[in-house]
C-alpha cells in the first residue's frame, strides 16, 4: 500500500527563548524577507505557515512597514498562513486554560 506524505513548510516560533528578543527579532525580518521574494519569484511554491501566531506580522511590520502591502497580497494569495491565534499559547501556562485568551476575537492584524 502507498502512502502519502505531506510536507507543510513552517515555522515554529519563539520571540524570545534561548536568544535574545533582538536576536530572535532579525532572523525573523530575514526569514519574512525571504519568503515574501520566494513568493515573488517561485509561483510554484504553495504555502508557509506561520506557526498559528500572528504577532510574528508586527514583529515583522515594525521594522518593515513598506513591506505592508506585499504582506497582505500573501495572506489574502493563501500563501502565507496566519493565526488562529495572536500569540503561541504555552501549553504549561494558564493561558494554555483559556484558550480564548490568545483568540484573535475578530480583531483586525494588518
Request: a negative charge; charged letters at 30%.
Amino acid at each position: 500500500m502507498k502512502k502519502k506524505v505531506y510536507i507543510i513548510s513552517h515555522s515554529h516560533w519563539d520571540r524570545e527563548w534561548y536568544m535574545a528578543y533582538e536576536q530572535h527579532h532579525m532572523r525573523l525580518v530575514e526569514l519574512m524577507d525571504d519568503l515574501l521574494e520566494l513568493f515573488e519569484k517561485d509561483p510554484e511554491f504553495n504555502s508557509f505557515h506561520l506557526d498559528g501566531q500572528t504577532i510574528i506580522l508586527d514583529d515583522y511590520l515594525q521594522v518593515r512597514p513598506e513591506k505592508r502591502e506585499l504582506v497582505q497580497q500573501a495572506i489574502t494569495a493563501g500563501k502565507l498562513r496566519i493565526g488562529p491565534f495572536y500569540i503561541c499559547l504555552l501549553y504549561t501556562s494558564d493561558a494554555a486554560d483559556e484558550e480564548d485568551s490568545g483568540d484573535l476575537g475578530g480583531c483586525r492584524i494588518i
